[in-house]
């Protein structure tokens, strides 16, 4: 048995799996901090920060290494977690906003049939028709198929929001593990950029947050995120950047490149944070869901990630392959 496993190590790249045993000797220290503070703390304002830090490391742990799992796994198993991402997303976004029976099979359509395909087309590693398949193809069709229905009562705000839906929960997200199409050099060479970008791009919400409770004053956008400021996404920015340009060497990317990119990890992470607070803000909610413990809901853990994927590929594709 111990011979097997071993054999079974042997196949994974070593590179990836360092990467992933270093992220949990990260959490590891940093779940040892926030034991230390859960019994040094005694202020009834720190004991509720802390409680909430440590259910934040425990569910760190579980993303983590299901992440990792995926990751060491392979493509399939990686594009059946971020297809199940995507699905799990797009039903807390879907029951935020008010749909009428009309729209059932639309959203049948949505769920069952639109959201398997997109990811069948990574699979196959169709480009072409991954790129266009929702922007144009279900763009047109679902409108459509929601006129068929007969009901015409806001019609044009019911059929914008179940295509933002798809736009931003399927559409984008699935762009993450799309990066394993791409035709680059060197083994596990998509997987090593997946795991890049989903690093730095959580790793940039995290930082922000601590640094706008260590020296945020500044708000940016008080009433649809009071906790982000200036400091804040200055700071965990700048801190994220820096991490990214240590990470390099899981992608082809120069120091000056890594900087760059990064940034626009972090920009864009940023952008999809802040305008996915703004739909909660509108609908009068602090999470999209309970479904990940001090967290929130699937969305909540993904906004950033949902704006920076698309981005992050298509630099990748236009600068690093033939």
Known sequence: MRLSSWRLLGGVDQQLLHTLVGI???????????LVLKFTMRSAAAEGTIR????????????????????LSGEIVSLV???????????????LVPTRRGDHRALFWSFFIVTPLQYWLIAEKWYGLFAVFIPVWVFLFLPT?????????????????????LMVCVYCVSYAP????????????????????????????????????????????????????????????LSAVGLGILMR??????????????????????????????????RGVKDYGTIIRGHGGVMDRIDSLCFAAPVFFHLVRYFYTP
């Open 249 to 282: 060497g899981l992608t082809p990317f120069s120091v000056g490149a890594a900087a760059g990119i990064s940034a626009a990890i972090v920009v864009m992470g940023f952008a999809g944070g802040l305008t996915m607070s703004a739909i909660k803000r509108d």
């Open 24 to 34: 949990l000797a990260v959490l590891a220290v940093a779940s040892v901090v926030g």
């Open 145 to 165: 198929r929601m006129a068929m229905a007969g009901e015409t009562e806001h019609f044009l705000e019911r059929a914008a929001k179940v295509q933002w839906g």
């Open 178 to 237: 799309a990066l394993m199409l791409l035709p680059l050099p060197g083994a596990k060479a998509g997987a090593k950029l997946l795991l890049y970008l989903v690093v730095v791009d959580q790793m940039s919400d995290v930082l922000q947050y601590c640094w706008g409770k260590l020296a945020g004053r500044h708000k940016i956008a008080p009433l649809v995120s009071p906790n982000k400021t200036i400091e804040g996404a200055v700071g965990g920015g």
């Open 52 to 71: 909430n830090l440590n259910q934040r490391l425990a569910a760190w742990w579980w993303m983590v290494l299901i992440f990792g799992t995926a990751l």
């Open 81 to 95: 977690l971020f297809g199940l991402v995507s699905l799990l997303a797009l039903r807390e976004y879907i029951t």
